[in-house]
T-cell receptor, first 112, second 108 residues
Framework: DAGVTQSPTHLIKTRGQQVTLRCSPKSGHDTVSWYQQALGQGPQFIFQYYEEEERQRGNFPDRFSGHQFPNYSSELNVNALLLGDSALYLC???????????FGQGTRLTVV | RKEVEQDPGPFNVPEGATVAFNCTYSNSASQSFFWYRQDCRKEPKLLMSVYSSGNEDGRFTAQLNRASQYISLLIRDSKLSDSATYLCVVNAGYALNFGKGTSLLVTP
């Protein structure tokens, strides 16, 4: 049973560029959430997707957008990258109505 | 004020010691509570859920005090493999709100 998988694992981008991160949820899960974890901090909630709709959004600018596909996989897009966007981006999947969330290994984004 | 606040740590303890982590949360409407463990440069993994009645899983005991909005985690008989960052997590709505984490280093 595959867990949550994310790609790529590492990425280096230049300021101003755009990036797309991908996530496949754990088998049987229908809800995907994205988190940003800066060095030395706890993960911060970006948004959650369910039934291909953004269900809730954290305190992140519109440069951060996402999508969920019919197979429940998801993408996180970040436009106009800033140095401060450098972080570990984590995807978590869960089943609607259940609290337990499982995290992928994350994508480590470095903006230079 | 942050939604979830934890002991800053780090905690350095010898093998076999008992160590306690504390956490407070600000949203009284919070419904679910967890402790996650995160190893260096890895993803967070659920250690245990926390219930009002308190719950135990082997060497780990978690307690929740809703009136004080306080959560604790007790680790008994610490092992070297317990070295990690422990994240206090509170769920209110759809988002998980994480504390900053407390680092634990268990030494021989």
């Amino acid at each position: 049973d595959a867990g949550v998988t994310q790609s790529p694992t590492h990425l280096i981008k230049t300021r101003g560029q755009q990036v797309t991160l991908r996530c496949s949820p754990k088998s049987g899960h229908d809800t995907v959430s994205w988190y940003q974890q800066a060095l030395g901090q706890g993960p911060q909630f970006i948004f959650q997707y369910y039934e291909e709709e953004e269900r809730q959004r954290g305190n992140f600018p519109d440069r951060f957008s996402g999508h969920q596909f019919p197979n429940y996989s998801s993408e996180l897009n970040v436009n106009a990258l800033l140095l401060g966007d450098s972080a570990l981006y984590l995807c978590a999947s869960s089943l609607i109505g259940q609290n337990e969330a499982f995290f992928g290994q994350g994508t480590r984004l470095t903006v230079v | 004020r942050k939604e979830v606040e934890q002991d800053p740590g780090p905690f350095n303890v010898p093998e076999g010691a008992t160590v306690a982590f504390n956490c407070t949360y600000s949203n009284s409407a919070s419904q679910s509570f967890f402790w996650y463990r995160q190893d260096c440069r890895k993803e967070p993994k659920l250690l245990m859920s926390v219930y009002s009645s308190g719950n135990e899983d082997g060497r780990f005991t978690a307690q929740l005090n809703r009136a004080s909005q306080y959560i604790s985690l007790l680790i008994r008989d610490s092992k070297l493999s317990d070295s990690a960052t422990y994240l206090c997590v509170v769920n209110a709505g759809y988002a998980l709100n994480f504390g900053k984490g407390t680092s634990l280093l268990v030494t021989p």
